[in-house]
């Protein structure tokens, strides 16, 4: 048990794409952060999520939460394997603001903070559990910190967002 839950932990670091996407139509001061999730996993039949709140950290700044309030949509369970890693799961587009020295804004990692495993508008047998590849049984997802700070994503090396321009 105590494996699967590394392992699965070790899946969800992998099921990440991440766009900055500069001149979003928005204000000129601003840029959008597309988040979308896409998987990247072998010996599971399901890894179901529920993610309440997206959280994205800019350099040299605190987390910045943002929940139903701001993205609509949210709470969202998906079970990350529906989406192979030629399709994506589009979470959310985030507009964030530039900073004024009009330098781009650079992002140190996402963090997404998952429901209580007992939840009561969750519909499975947890909120965010996996199954093993061959197995019927359910394990729940049990991740350090996620359902309080979220799970912590590290973002590629120059992760920015820039007016005008597009980051990968």
């Not at 030629?86 to 900073?99: G, N, Q, T």
Request: proline letters at 8%; one cysteine or more.
């Amino acid at each position: 048990m105590k494996i699967t839950v590394l392992r699965s932990l070790a899946v969800l670091v992998l099921p990440l794409f991440l766009l900055a996407c500069g001149g979003s139509g928005g204000a000129p001061d601003t840029a959008t952060i597309r988040i979308g999730l896409t998987d990247n996993a072998t010996g599971f039949d399901q890894v179901v999520l529920t993610i309440e709140k997206v959280g994205i950290v800019a350099s040299g700044t605190p987390t910045t939460y943002y929940s139903d309030a701001e993205l609509n949509g949210l709470p969202v369970t998906l079970n990350v394997l529906d989406f192979p890693a030629e399709k994506i799961f589009h979470l959310a587009d985030i507009e964030v603001p530039l900073p004024e020295n009009g330098k781009p804004l650079c992002f140190n990692q996402l963090r997404f903070v998952l429901a209580d495993i007992d939840a009561s508008y969750c519909s499975g047998p947890y909120c965010n559990f996996v199954i093993e590849e061959g197995s019927p049984v359910p394990y729940p997802l049990v991740a350090p910190s996620g359902q309080q700070s979220g799970i912590k994503l590290l973002t590629p090396n120059h992760f920015c967002a820039e007016a005008g321009e597009t980051a990968v």
